[in-house]
């Protein structure tokens, strides 16, 4: 009875609380869906470059044609000089440059390999990284042609001079991104970091506020002594909130938007249910630091506020400084992202994500053992009403 004693008693705490369900429930709920209409799209398209465009020759004038056909490039600027073109790429108004010398076409059939000038800006890695290779690869396929056609015009077969031309070819099986859609894995990262922001520091205040408002005795006191009823008589109203939170997401994310999800539901489910465990186990740690309720929330903003760099999908754990692998393996996000991408994408066999399960069970184990700091603080007058 004790325990439904503090569930009753923390559902009437939240009735009191107006805005609650727009700082747990409603705020990170429209975050998501933003996310969702950020990265509709999968992938950057019409992305504006500048051509310059020196030889005007018939091939020069077809490679423009095809450029502009890219799906990530849009031709906004045909500029006359090199100087233009450098100026737009370095006022940000284009993203490329490609500059066409003259005798294009004529260097070509004499093969004496022109020179073809590709200017972008890498400092935006994902954009710099999407045009250079669709400029690359359309290079690549334009001289594969040209190749084949100077061998079928020595007598050659079509079909044989297109097999002399390209002697390579990659069969490319990409895994981790197989649709090469940025929603599919970018939106979940960035789902776990706002929900992760958003669980821990709601189940902060929850625990925090006991303290700033000196109600420890009598959240105590409704769970007989026990601080573990205490504990997770608080937690089941917000955990009932947090699951609902995450079962309207999942179904717009990967029913309504169709976004599809190759691997196995139980894996997925159970990672979900760990990691807002783990998140509101976590927030024990920082409140029982010393009691303070306005520390503890600064603190814990603090632990996840980087949470989406080190979360291991946009920079590769493996390569970070030790601190920032240290660092990266206290996050809860760091190991459920890597369970929802090894199922919803490269259906990845559930055993080799029991690892990224226990990774979670032993970061929920260390906020549990806080509990018992967390007790003697709570019986301590001295931190009640703390600002």
């Given amino acids: 009875m004790s325990l439904k004693n503090v569930v009753k ?12 369900w ?35 020759s018939a091939f020069s004038r077809m490679f423009v044609r095809d450029l502009e056909a890219l799906p990530s490039c849009s031709i906004k600027y045909n500029v006359t000089s090199l100087e233009e073109g450098r100026q737009l790429l370095t006022e940000g108004k284009a993203y490329a440059f490609v500059a066409i010398p003259r005798d294009f076409q004529k260097d070509i059939y004499r093969l004496k390999q022109p020179k ?26 334009m001289m594969v042609g040209l ?19 390209n002697l390579i070819r990659v069969n490319e099986h990409v895994r981790s991104n197989p649709y090469f859609n940025y929603q599919y894995f970018l939106s979940i990262v960035a789902f776990g970091h706002i929900l ?21 005795k009598e959240w105590l006191k409704s769970a007989d002594g026990s601080i573990i009823k205490a504990y997770f008589g608080k937690l089941i109203p917000y955990f009932a909130v947090f699951l609902m939170l995450f079962a309207i997401l999942f179904g717009t994310y990967f029913i309504i938007m169709g976004i599809p999800y190759t691997g196995d539901w139980f894996m997925g489910i159970l990672s979900t249910l760990l990691f807002i465990f783990t998140c509101c186990c976590v927030s024990i740690i920082f409140i029982s630091l010393n009691g303070n309720f306005r520390y503890g929330l600064s603190n814990a903003a603090f632990y996840v506020a980087m949470g989406f760099a ?17 660092y990266s393996a206290t996050l809860p996000l760091s190991y ?19 690892k990224h399960i226990n990774s979670m069970l032993i970061l929920s184990a260390v906020g549990l ?19």
């Avoid at 008693?9 to 609650?20: A, D, G, S, T």
């Avoid at 990170?28 to 020196?54: Q, R, W, Y």
Wanted: aromatic share 10%; glycine share 4%.
């Fill in 196 to 216: 992760q922001i958003h669980l821990i520091l709601t189940m902060l205040w929850a625990l925090g506020t006991e303290f700033k408002y000196g109600t420890t």
């Fill in 336 to 354: 459920w992202v890597q369970v929802m991408i090894d199922q919803s994408l490269r259906q990845i066999p559930i055993i080799y994500d029991f």
């Fill in 22 to 56: 727009t700082v747990a429930f409603i705020m990170p709920l429209a975050m998501c869906l933003i996310i969702c209409l950020i990265f509709s799209k999968g992938s950057p398209t019409d992305m504006p470059i500048a051509v310059l465009n020196e030889d005007n």
């Fill in 310 to 326: 080190f979360a291991g999908v946009t920079y590769p754990v493996m390569v970070m400084p030790c601190i920032a692998k240290a």
């Fill in 369 to 387: 053992l806080a509990l018992i700091r967390l007790k003697k603080l709570a019986m301590d007058e001295k931190r009640w009403y703390q600002s």
């Fill in 147 to 165: 190749d084949a056609t100077i061998r079928s015009k020595r007598g050659l077969p079509m079909d044989e001079a297109i097999k002399q031309a």
């Fill in 116 to 141: 073809l000038l590709f200017y972008y800006n890498n400092q935006r890695i994902l954009i710099g990284g999407i045009i250079s290779k669709d400029v690359t690869m359309l290079v690549q396929t």
């Fill in 9 to 20: 008693r923390e559902i009437k705490r939240i009735y009191k609380e107006p805005l609650f």
